[in-house]
Nanobody, 123 residues
Framework: QVQLVESGGGLVQAGGSLRLSCAAS????????MGWFRQAPGKEREFVAR???????YYADSVKGRFTISRDNARNTAYLQMNSLKPEDTAVYYC?????????????????WGQGTQVTVSS
């Protein structure tokens, strides 16, 4: 019953910043953990960041210290602030919602997905 729509992707130079947004429908948004994943051409979808219903966060090693996940339950929105972007960050970024109580980085454990937004980082 949750619909997710990502926005905020675009083209940025290496070292620049972008903020992705994930707008969610439904009054039960605050009960879901939210995750960000990304997928580059020819590669598997990989975990980027997760934030629980009570704002516990977890990051992939590749983005830790550069990316920050957050949520605003009043606005039914999750965010991914991306700083110090590198060309290897180029991918389609997806947000996802997880109803489970156990933290997970595995895509198959997420129940709802957005359509994705393209992030391209030029060198």
């Amino acid at each position: 019953q949750v619909q997710l729509v990502e926005s905020g992707g675009g083209l940025v130079q290496a070292g620049g910043s972008l903020r992705l947004s994930c707008a969610a429908s439904g009054r039960t948004f605050s009960n879901y953990a939210m995750g960000w994943f990304r997928q580059a051409p020819g590669k598997e979808r990989e975990f980027v960041a997760r934030i629980s219903w009570n704002s516990m966060t977890y990051y992939a090693d590749s983005v830790k210290g550069r990316f920050t996940i957050s949520r605003d339950n009043a606005r039914n929105t999750a965010y991914l602030q991306m700083n110090s972007l590198k060309p290897e960050d180029t991918a389609v970024y997806y947000c996802a919602a997880d109803r489970g109580m156990v933290a997970t980085t595995e895509p198959q454990n997420y129940d709802f997905w957005g359509q994705g937004t393209q992030v391209t980082v030029s060198s």
